[in-house]
């Protein structure tokens, strides 16, 4: 990689990164094609903003416990900051970071009118009492208030987050703020101003660019073999509707384990299944296989929708799919990237894949300034009309270029965001 390691930030270790690294990479890729925005390119090499918080909690034992949390502003160039916070206990700046930038180009992407932001705090949810992670949660927003706002950055769901969260979130800052601001979080549930399809909004669109990067390919969803890594909400709407088109879902893993079977998994019992047992193991009528095995199984359509760096090159070479639909942020690396591409496998990039999410987020945002609200119907036909004008236009650009569909989000993307540098010009 040619990225100059004085670029970055010098609280990270210049010889492992870690995800950061991958998207400076991603840039470095598409620098070539960007023409003379190209001098501009390393105005998106830093977040504009990394804030680190501590945050002291008392726990339901009356000890005193610190977290650490983070929110990091990666470009508010096209509007303000958009993106999750993430509960894990593995989370790093360097994750944080990249995942900003992901939203940055994401967003983009689709041509939503947001800068890429993302949050976290690093803690396992599962170690705590209900009430403990309220009192992280409502401190972490205390922590990180200055720099969040309606038309600032607005924080979302993530891993290990959700409606409630995003409550707690809404309620702590509208509490400071001594008014109601339903719009400073999407992800709310609906009798705060959450919007309808939201839950649903990242599955349905890696299903909608999935299905057509099927069209493209020449696939028949109907009996197509489908493999999904990771069973939350994302994969399992996704898993849910290719069903419902048709499609066998022959393999599922989560973090319990892996289930096989050739003639389809009953994906709806397997569902209430999850919900009850908080994972697949133990799911009778499956065959158990090993976590290795998943990556090898012959499938029409892979979904990687758990966590990043899950496809590597260790790996790639024993994927046998033709298409992948990342549902996860960043689940592949640069070096798998150019195996699998090498093997002939179509790769629908997370930036694009798995932006259905921000997508009704921004719907939600919309909703709650103009006080107004929309059926699911007009939600799932504004995002089916968004995500498939995004998909279109990434091919084209591929196809212009001779280029993977990840470099055309990237330059779509980056392309964007520079001219919007440009014209606002570098000031004092």
Request: net charge negative; proline share 5%.
């Amino acid at each position: 990689m040619s990225e100059n390691k004085q670029c970055l930030p010098s609280y990270l270790n210049p010889d492992n990164p870690g995800p950061w690294a991958v998207f400076l990479e991603q840039v470095e890729r598409v620098t070539p094609y960007l023409g003379e925005l190209a001098s501009l390119v390393e105005t998106i090499k830093q977040p504009e903003r990394s804030l680190i918080v501590n945050i002291p909690v008392r726990l339901d034992d009356g000890s005193i416990a610190q977290f650490e949390g983070y929110r990091v502003q990666h470009s508010l160039n096209c509007g303000p900051g958009k993106g999750g916070v993430r509960y894990h206990q593995d989370v790093t700046l360097s994750e944080v970071m990249a995942l900003s930038a992901w939203m940055s180009v994401k967003t983009a992407v689709v041509g939503l009118p947001y800068g890429g932001a993302k949050g976290a705090i690093r803690f396992n949810p599962r170690d705590y009492s209900a009430a403990e992670v309220e009192r992280i949660t409502r401190r972490y927003i205390r922590e990180i208030s200055s720099v969040i706002g309606v038309e600032k950055d607005i924080p979302g769901p993530d891993v290990n987050t959700n409606a409630q969260t995003m409550a707690w979130m809404m309620d702590g800052y509208s509490a400071a703020r001594g008014t109601d601001c339903p719009g400073i979080v999407t992800g709310k549930p609906i009798a705060l101003g959450g919007s309808l399809g939201r839950v649903q909004a990242t599955g349905r669109g890696v299903f909608i660019v999935g299905a057509s990067a099927a069209r493209d390919a020449g696939i028949d969803l109907n009996g197509a073999r489908v493999c999904v890594q990771g069973f939350g909400n994302v994969g399992s709407t996704a898993a849910r509707l290719f069903c419902e088109l048709g499609a066998r879902v022959i393999a599922v893993q989560d973090h319990t384990g892996t289930l096989y079977n050739p003639d389809g998994l009953p994906v709806n019992a397997l569902i209430e299944y999850v919900q009850e047992h908080g994972g697949i193991a133990g799911k009778p009528n499956a065959e158990q296989i090993s976590n290795e095995e998943f990556w090898a199984l012959e499938s029409e359509i892979l979904i990687p929708a758990a966590l990043d760096g899950q496809i590597t090159r260790h790996n790639a070479g024993s994927i046998k799919t033709r298409i992948i639909v990342e549902g996860a942020n960043g689940p592949t690396t640069p070096e798998a990237d150019d195996i699998l591409n090498a093997n002939g496998i179509t790769v629908v990039p997370d930036v694009l894949a798995n932006a259905g999410g921000v997508t009704v987020s921004y719907f939600e945002w919309v909703q709650n300034r103009a006080g107004f609200y929309w059926s699911e119907e007009e939600i799932n036909q504004r995002l089916e009309a968004i995500m498939d004008n995004a998909y279109t236009a990434v091919s084209a650009t591929a196809a212009e270029h001779r280029v993977s569909l990840r470099t055309a989000a990237f330059i779509t993307a980056c392309t964007r965001i520079l001219k919007v540098r440009e014209a606002r010009g570098l000031h004092p």
